[in-house]
């Protein structure tokens, strides 16, 4: 809704039951007509200044303002936007014509953070995980074109010669199982075995079985590169071995990373006295675990071998962050480091862990709902203008000097920060719509 309370016409966002008010403009200009669709976050609204009146967008949290239309002396007002957040309807005013109605595609938030970094395709971890954020989109929203871009990724890298020789691969596998589940061509079936092959049979693993990511350690990265694959692959092909084995490891990984005082999770793991370690509780890693422990929670049903390890873990793990959590919605980049920057990555995948946990009655909704509200809408405020997350930390090895975590520079454009802000989008959307 718009109010005159601050002495400006603004646009505000208020909760159902009142609890949460959120100023969403701050400009000038005299802000109304706000027009939002519950599908996809997504806000049109009218700013209108001495020079005329000009149609903006936003998503619902005050985050990725930028003007609607094209940069032409239109005077355009009074948008709404369809309910699938597809289309938004308007009425404008060309220079010396009479006032007509338009109808356009509207580009939703979601879509805008999908197609930064579409055109540069990377076969390696990073584009693994923004082709993970563009499934999730998918099957939250059934939006065709997030499939599509799944399949560009995966036809590229095919071409490419790509081949699995690290478990950070394994998402490849995972991008041709999407693809396969609405164009089931055997090339696609093909890549996920390939990748199922190694897995299971020819990667690196501690004596106990659990998997290494790097040299002689196990770090929480793994566990998102292999949980989801894991899982899909055991869906795909009925092959239950699949399924116990995503769910082994995510129990041996939090049986090395979480620590048992304070129910965080480490950087890394040493399998060995000469392997490395990670002291930190770092924020991103505690993000991949979360994530995949909620995929586990998700695929199976209770009274699962080994699940209900994994249900405890991730209780345990949340209440660990709570009181960590900062004003803003997000976690700093060492998560119990409160003077550390504050990063977006592995704050939206704690939120779409949470708004998943709390949606599924996994977690309580009287405790974690509002931190899961919080780190939303934290998440979101984030987004740039062109759909671009910011705030997102470079890639990062363990280290054991925590204070140069803090040194690790944010101000880099990444497929994985767009894929885990695509993450949340879809957490948000399906948590939305759950009974």
Known sequence: ???????????????T????????TIDSAFDGYPAATPAHQGLAYSSITAAGSQLWQMNDAGGGVGALLPAVHWQAETPRLS??????VYAATLPGESTDIFLSPYPTPMEQMGRILLDEIDCGWEGGVLTLGWAKAWESTTDLFYWEWVRQWVDACEHAGKRVEHVNDLLYGYGA??????????KYLDIAQAAADFVMQRAPRASDGTLLHLGDAAW???????????????????AGHYTQEAIAQMNLHSSHLQDASSGLYRHAWPASETGVSGPAHWGRGNGWVMVGAAEILHATPEGTPGRE?????????????????????????????PTFYLEASGSALVGAALLEG????????????PVAQRVRDGVLARIETAGKLSSVSAPTGPMQDIAAYNAIPTNVLTHYGQGTVLW?????????SSP
């Open 177 to 186: 199982l999407v693809v396969y589940g609405r164009d089931p061509q055997q």
């Open 309 to 337: 390890t994994v249900l405890a873990n991730f209780r345990r793990q949340a209440d660990a962050l709570i009181p960590l959590q900062s004003v803003s919605g997000l976690w700093p980049t060492v998560v119990d480091e």
């Open 358 to 369: 709390v949606a599924r009655g996994w977690l309580d909704a009287t405790r974690f709902g």
């Open 17 to 24: 039951n009142r609890s949460l008010l959120l100023r969403l």
């Open 1 to 15: 809704f718009r109010s005159e309370v601050s002495g400006n016409s603004d646009i505000y966002r208020i909760s």
């Open 83 to 88: 309910y699938d957040g597809q289309w938004v």
């Open 220 to 238: 929480p990265d793994t566990v998102i590169m292999a949980i989801p694959f894991l899982l899909k692959m055991g869906a795909t092909t009925s």
């Open 424 to 432: 949340i989008g879809a957490a948000d959307v399906e948590s939305a």
